[in-house]
């Protein structure tokens, strides 16, 4: 009977009769809730054990699917290729969580940016004794100012402060190629720099690559090292701002706090004025990833920790909890930013111009198989 018998690491005694299913899943940018020792615990509890493979959205997206149980693009229009391609083979979506696309920065940018009436101060629950913690940036000023080609050190980011970069003004992202993220910002900035509009035909999204394409080639990086690379001292001068999840930045925050005793007053969101929620769906490729799936979108303990890595958890409408999630913030300590009642709401083109626009300024290799095939 030896080895038949065991304890979870939460301490949950597994019978004879329970087994501990292993799941392979190709995953994105929310591989740190899988790797997180609290998710493996509950799962655990649960009978599962997942095993994950990392890498960008849109290679999840257009890479073999044999031999895994689930794939986890970060957003939509990677989860669309899935689910099209798949027409003839088991796909089940569940949505368990959203998070906004944000701006990481630091202090003496977002206040530089502030000088310029581009950035103003976001109301805050908590106290802001050193400052504010977010921003809202005005999208349209910013992008006008970075097509101009102005660097940091040309607007002035020494004049008050101890800093000096000769760098040009963007934001910058991991590989547009590969990473959701990514392709979610161009389709911001496509959206902004068009007039709040959206192409619809091929020429006008070739001509709006085209337009947005200088503000948005710099040196990318890996999609797992944009968010190490803002904690890091070295961030402020290789990548002063970084697109990234809003989750990643209240993850941050809630670890600072706990550690530190208090937030970090230095490293501070921008909030864009015209804004994107992703929509990270998982994607059960099997029976045996469908129970995962529907574990996401409904156990309590499992929602609760996605909360506590900075996720807006969906209810059971569909709608995002913002309200909870910024009260758990507020105990722990960390202070929340006030909800945006007039923020613009960006719109995406269609999946192919998206993909097409995509594939333009990143000049993207072809996908090594048909987009959303079975295998």
């Known amino acids: 009977m030896a080895g038949l018998i065991a304890l979870t690491a939460g301490g949950h005694l597994l019978l004879p009769f329970e087994r501990i299913t292993t799941l392979e899943g190709k995953i994105a940018s929310k591989s740190e809730f899988f790797e997180d020792g609290e998710v493996q615990r509950i799962l655990m509890q649960r009978g599962i054990r997942v095993h994950i493979t990392k890498m960008g959205s849109r290679e999840i997206a257009t890479t073999s699917f044999d031999g895994y149980d689930f794939a986890f693009p970060s957003g939509q229009p990677a989860a669309e290729i899935i689910k099209t391609g798949r027409r003839d083979a088991y796909a089940k979506g ?20 502030r000088e310029h009436g581009l950035a103003r101060p976001r109301q805050i629950s908590g106290s802001d004794r050193d400052g504010p913690l977010y921003y809202t940036l005005d999208m349209k000023g910013f992008l006008e100012l970075s097509a101009r080609g102005k660097t940091w050190d040309q607007i002035g980011i020494g004049r008050n402060r101890r800093t000096t970069n000769g760098n040009r003004i963007l934001a910058q992202t991991s590989n547009i190629c590969d990473a959701n993220h990514a392709g979610t910002y161009l389709g911001l900035v496509a959206f902004v720099r068009n007039g709040n509009t959206v192409p619809t035909s091929d020429a006008e999204a070739d001509r709006v690559a085209g337009m947005i394409k200088p503000t948005l080639v710099s040196q990318g990086l890996p999609s797992e090292q944009m968010f190490k690379t803002y904690e890091v001292p070295e961030g402020k001068g290789v990548a002063p701002i970084v697109v990234v999840y809003e989750h990643q930045y209240f993850a941050y925050q809630i670890r600072h706090r706990q550690q530190a005793g208090k937030a970090d007053p230095e490293r501070v969101l921008l909030y864009p004025s015209t804004q994107v929620l992703t929509e990270p769906e998982y994607i059960a490729l099997t029976p045996k990833g469908d129970r995962l799936g529907e574990l996401l979108a409904t156990d309590e303990q499992l929602q609760r920790r996605a909360m506590e890595l900075g996720f807006r958890v969906l209810d059971s409408s569909g709608r995002a909890t913002s309200t909870e999630l910024y ?43 048909t987009p959303g095939a079975s295998s």
């Not at 569940?94 to 940016?113: D, G, K, M, N, Q």
């Not at 719109?347 to 990143?362: A, D, F, H, K, N």
């Open 327 to 369: 009260r758990f913030l507020a105990d722990r300590g960390v202070p929340a930013p006030a909800p945006a009642a007039n923020d613009t709401k960006a719109t995406l083109p269609s999946l192919p111009l998206l993909e097409r626009m995509i594939s333009r300024v990143g000049e993207c290799p072809p996908p090594t198989r």
């Open 94 to 113: 569940h949505r368990p969580f959203v998070s906004p696309i944000v701006l990481a920065t630091y202090r003496e940018y977002a206040e530089t940016l």
